[in-house]
């Protein structure tokens, strides 16, 4: 279309818009009360809470599975290894599917699909669980752009902060719980009464029953998405996977808010990485701390991010671009200081208030992509949210491990720093030069709308 013709067509298209009722439920107030009104909100959330508490514990079952099979620390790491790289291919091939074709669909059909092919673990060998294991996280990069894609057709713009904050405390509040269903399942398969079929296979397989609770609640989430009030909308009939990879990333580079969206998430997810590889040598080696204070450690960062999601519709009135480089950079100072001031004390203080700027961080960030895509190419923005997410933290934990690994002690003047403390300080101002590159997301400019 020529440029002269956009005006009107803008035009014509804002009056079609005012014309159109909102079919989305809910009332207009802001607040998580108003969200969780939007029945259809609701029902994707509530399918959510339960799919993502059977991860957790399949999460735990395919851990405790390896081991059992191989008895060695390395089939254990591979597992996690096949979670995690899959997204990076996966991830924007699925958000070409989230355009092209019916969402609520989508959802359902991977839902179904984990369903199957998780209730065949148990009668898996090392070598199949390993192919499961890839197979159902490339399935789920195919429904999580579908449904970060759908959630602004769910619910108002103005309730996206508390809608994105909402799923993702589904994705991570349910892991306490977890812990305690798997460590009561595996219980149970151990102890079923011999009169019952296969109760020698249960016993001699105790994750068995954990997996079949992930596959039964893929099938409640699947009856929980079919009922979403999302209407079919046209697609195109032929699809270019490739090109439409292409039109995707494109459509980032173009925009100067993606553009500097894109640095700051890669960064922000980094510095989970970092956590996540060298967070537990940190508190044995460096603070002379146990597995108690570990777990400690684990909790009050789940605890910061819960503290993050409720105060983050309070922050962005300050700006979501701003708050977004302000919780990045407080990422990597809190990093710093864990390094430079090696107290265990201080480090649970650190770990609230880097879960809480972690979690505004990402839901900021989902809530910008969705409020600036249009929904014919949101999906495979979303892919590419995600595809940004593993890879940030794939290169925190790997990196800053291999480094906390390598490097023995570093004398810095009045201070000795170990490899641990190393890893963090590296990891720390890596995020905060992201920070930095992150600045033209602040720039109003940066978010015109971006012509194609």
Not at 442 to 447: E, F, H, K
Request: glycine fraction near 12%; aromatic fraction near 10%; charged fraction near 15%.
């Amino acid at each position: 279309m020529s440029e002269s013709g956009e005006p009107a067509a803008a035009a014509a298209g804002g009056a079609e818009a005012r014309r159109a009722p909102d079919r989305r439920r809910g009332p207009t107030r802001l607040g998580f009360g108003g969200v969780l009104k939007s029945h259809g909100f609701v029902r994707l959330l509530t399918g959510q809470m339960v799919s993502s508490l059977g991860d957790w514990v399949a999460t735990l079952a395919f851990i405790a599975a390896a081991a059992a099979l191989t008895s060695n620390q390395t089939a254990v790491a591979v597992v996690l290894i096949l979670r995690l790289v899959p997204p990076i291919f996966a991830a924007p091939v699925g958000g070409v599917f989230a355009d092209r074709f019916d969402r609520r669909t989508i959802m359902v059909t991977c839902d179904l699909s984990r369903a199957a092919l998780i209730a065949l673990v148990p009668f898996a060998g090392i070598g199949a669980l390993y192919a499961i294991a890839f197979v159902h996280e490339c399935i789920s990069l195919f429904f999580i752009p579908a449904r970060d894609a759908s959630v602004p057709r769910l619910v108002r713009r103005d309730n996206l902060e508390e809608a994105n904050g909402l799923v993702l405390a589904t994705s991570y509040g349910t892991l306490p719980l977890a812990a305690a269903v798997f460590s009561g399942l595996s219980v149970a398969a151990g102890h079923i009464p011999g009169g019952l079929p296969f109760a020698t296979f249960y016993r001699e397989h105790s994750t068995s029953f954990a997996f079949y609770f992930d596959a039964a609640t893929f099938l409640f989430s699947a009856a929980m998405i079919a009922g979403l009030p999302l209407m079919p909308k046209e697609r195109p009939a032929h699809i270019e996977f490739m090109a439409g990879v292409r039109e995707g990333f494109s459509y980032v580079l173009a925009h100067p808010g993606l553009r500097s969206l894109a640095y700051g998430l890669v960064v922000s997810m980094f510095g989970g990485g970092v956590l996540f590889a060298i967070g537990i040598f940190f508190i044995h080696d460096t603070l002379k701390g146990s597995d108690v204070q570990f777990g400690w450690l684990a909790a009050l960062w789940g605890a910061g991010m819960g503290i993050g999601l409720v105060f983050v519709r309070f922050l962005v009135r300050r700006g979501e671009a701003q708050v977004f480089i302000l919780a990045v950079a407080t990422c990597g100072a809190v990093l710093i200081v864990m390094a430079l001031l090696p107290f265990l004390w201080l480090a649970f203080v650190m770990a609230v208030v880097f879960g809480a700027a972690f979690s505004v961080a990402i839901v900021v960030a989902l809530t910008l992509v969705q409020r600036v895509t249009e929904d014919e190419i949101r999906g495979r923005i979303m892919g590419g949210v995600q595809m940004l997410f593993r890879l940030g933290l794939g290169l925190g934990a790997l990196g800053m491990g291999a480094l906390a690994h390598s490097v023995s002690t570093v004398d810095a003047g009045p201070i000795t720093l170990d490899g641990n403390q190393i890893g963090l300080a590296v990891g720390g101002m890596i995020i905060l030069l992201g920070a930095v590159a992150s600045l033209g997301a602040v720039r109003g400019p940066a978010w015109d709308t971006v012509r194609r």
